[in-house]
Structures are given as structure tokens and as C-alpha cells.
């Protein structure tokens, strides 16, 4: 029998085969529409801003609003990570992933309703909250949930899903072609992982890590002798102790190393799918599709 994830706190349980499979596809699952998400605006931005800007859309306003959309959706994604991530520390995994998941979904099913491209800016925005909240949440659900032999393999799984995300979005995209005519459906189609989100809410378990945690912090309130224990708090936070010694170094090459797939994602790859858009232009309409797949 497959051991649990962590010794259960009194009244709570460890997780059955079964839920720890439901806590792995949930996860998978919202990185998987996660990037659905990261995906969705390089396909889509030119045929929104000719849409949207109507005779006053140029070539180079257009690559000057993809600018802005991708900028507010890293933003938001860097503050969600934060933000949604810490949520999780505090009211549950489970939890902080079904609001994140909710968060990209019924953002960016709002697009579908833009009149402005400022609207879809401030949208772009709150979808990338949802996108950065989803990664922390889901990586420490599944890492909480199963066995230490199994984590490089649940690992793989997870950061696997995010570009499938993105390719089976594209695959999408070459079937039915987003057009300046016809582009709010992919919005439509990228809100449907809010039913995802709200079965998180409501059917998926709990990290017993996060339980038998939670468990310990109310203990601190537990009455010994008529009187309230209290513990003293840690001197140090945890985000703190990153940037000391002797975890400062590391963080550092960390914060260095995972700056190169980003810079080179989006500060250069990303630009090669509307560079695909105008080049294959209305003949070719699913031609950026078939660049973002590849």
C-alpha cells in the first residue's frame, strides 16, 4: 500500500489512492488551462486590436498592444504567485487553487464582452492574478499529497501540462481560425475551466500537510491551566530568510536561472506568433496557430 503524504493530525486522515489520483489531475488540470491562458493573447491580439481599433489599427499599434497585453499578464502573474500563493498558506491549497483557477477563467471569459482595448488590458491583468496563483498551489497540493519517490515524476507531469496547454490550444486555433471577424469565441472557450475551479472548491480534499500545520497553529491557542499558551513567533519569515545568507546566494542563481526561459519566452518566441499572423495574414489565418504549436 502506497504511504501516506504526511502523518495525519489528530481528526484529520491520510489520503486514499483515490484522492491523491483526484489531487493530481486536478493539479495537472489547472496548468493545464493555465496554459491555455499563456497561450491565448499571442494568437489572438492582432485579430482583437484590428477588431477593436477598427480604421484607426497599424501594424505597429498592433505589436504595440501585444506589448501591453503580455506586460499586464506578467504582471499579474508575478503578483498572483505572490498573493494567491500565500493564500494558500492560509486558507488551503485546495482552496487558493479552485479561486485561481476561477480567477483566469471568468477573466478571460469576459473577454468575450470587450468593447475597448483598454477593457481587455485590465482583464489581461486579473487573468495573469489567476495564472500565477494556480503554479505555487498546484505544486505544493500534488508535492504535499504524494510520496517523496514520486514527486520528480508528479514534477514532470505538472510541467508538462502547462505546455500542452499551450499546444493544444494552437492545435484549437488551426481548426477554427481566429479572425479579426471571429475571435470572442476563444474567449467564450477560455472561461469553460471555471467548472474545474468550482469542483476544486467544493469536492477536492485537503493537503494533510496543510491540516496537521493548521492543527499545530491552533494548538498555540489551547488553554493550559485556565491561561492561553502562546508561542513566540518566528524572528524570521520565511520570505526573509531567502535573502539572507546563507540562502541568498542560491536565491539569487535561482531568480537568474528562471529569468532565461522567461526572457527568451516572452521577450522573444512569444513575438514570433503575431510576426506568423501578419505574415500569413487572412489567406493563411491559421498559419500562427501552426507557429505556436511547433
Known amino acids: 500500500m502506497t504511504p501516506p503524504c504526511a502523518s495525519p493530525a489528530p481528526g484529520t486522515a491520510p489520503l486514499s489512492r483515490r484522492a ?28 482583437v486590436s484590428q477588431s477593436l481599433l477598427g480604421e484607426a489599427y497599424t501594424p505597429t499599434l498592433g505589436g504595440d498592444w501585444f506589448a501591453r497585453f503580455t506586460a499586464a499578464l506578467m504582471l499579474g502573474a508575478a503578483v498572483g504567485g505572490i498573493f494567491l500563493g500565500s493564500l494558500g498558506d492560509r486558507i488551503g491549497r485546495t482552496r487558493a487553487l479552485g479561486i485561481s483557477i476561477l480567477f483566469y477563467s471568468v477573466f478571460a471569459g469576459l473577454g468575450a464582452l470587450v468593447r475597448t482595448q483598454e477593457q481587455m488590458l485590465v482583464l489581461r491583468f486579473m487573468v495573469g492574478l489567476g495564472v500565477g496563483g494556480v503554479w505555487p498551489n498546484a505544486v505544493a497540493l500534488a508535492a504535499e499529497c504524494w510520496p517523496d519517490k514520486s514527486r520528480p515524476v508528479v514534477a514532470g507531469l505538472m510541467g508538462a501540462a502547462l505546455n500542452a496547454g499551450i499546444l493544444m490550444l ?45 492543527h499545530k497553529a491552533t494548538r498555540k491557542e489551547s488553554r493550559t491551566d485556565g491561561q492561553a499558551l502562546r508561542l513566540p513567533a518566528p524572528a524570521v519569515s520565511p520570505v526573509r530568510e531567502l535573502f539572507r545568507p546563507p540562502l541568498l546566494r542560491l536565491t539569487l542563481i535561482g531568480i537568474l536561472l528562471g529569468s532565461i526561459p522567461m526572457v527568451g519566452a516572452w521577450a522573444a518566441s512569444k513575438w514570433m506568433i503575431p510576426w506568423a499572423d501578419t505574415v500569413g495574414g487572412a489567406t493563411e489565418a491559421g498559419y500562427k496557430a501552426l507557429t505556436q504549436g511547433w
Not at 488540470?29 to 499571442?42: A, N, Q, R, T, Y
Open 20 to 47: 491523491r489520483y483526484a489531487v493530481l489531475f486536478a493539479a495537472i488540470g489547472g496548468l493545464l488551462f493555465d496554459g491555455v491562458e499563456l497561450g491565448l493573447m499571442p494568437l489572438a491580439s492582432l485579430s
Open 170 to 214: 494552437s492545435q484549437v486555433a488551426r481548426a477554427w481560425h481566429i479572425t479579426p471577424e471571429s475571435w470572442r469565441w476563444i474567449f467564450w472557450l477560455a472561461g469553460a475551466p471555471a467548472v474545474l475551479g468550482l469542483l476544486v472548491l467544493v469536492a477536492l480534499p485537503e493537503s494533510p500537510l496543510w491540516l496537521a500545520s493548521r
